[in-house]
Nanobody, 112 residues
Framework: QVQLVESGGGLVQAGGSLRLSCAAS????????ISWFRQAPGKEREFVGT???????YCSDSVKDRFTISRDNALNTVYLQMNSLKPEDTAVYYC??????WGQGTQVTVSS
């Protein structure tokens, strides 16, 4: 089964950017729907966006003007590019394959 490992999280000031990576092993990312979710403290997990095996990606209305999802098949990695970050983007970010195989998450903290 595919295993996913997120990286790239950290502390950033409001207005800054981060690029999260979701590296896969045991499977090929281009064969799965790979989605990003986030969960802030005390809140429910929230869908951020997804990329299909055909490479079609979209993000939720709340972030679509600032976040984009891409994929590097050679590196077997999916990316979440986050720009113009806001304090409310603070959360643990997870990637998941076909809503079944989850990574461990990476913390993103945006300071005001």
């Amino acid at each position: 089964q595919v295993q996913l490992v997120e990286s790239g999280g950290g502390l950033v000031q409001a207005g800054g950017s981060l690029r999260l990576s979701c590296a896969a092993s045991g499977g090929t990312v281009s064969r799965y729907d790979i989605s990003w979710f986030r969960q802030a403290p005390g809140k429910e997990r929230e869908f951020v966006g997804t990329i299909s095996p055909h490479g079609i990606s979209y993000c939720s209305d709340s972030v679509k003007d600032r976040f984009t999802i891409s994929r590097d098949n050679a590196l077997n990695t999916v990316y979440l590019q986050m720009n113009s970050l806001k304090p409310e983007d603070t959360a643990v970010y997870y990637c998941v394959a076909t809503n079944r195989y989850w990574g461990q998450g990476t913390q993103v903290t945006v300071s005001s």
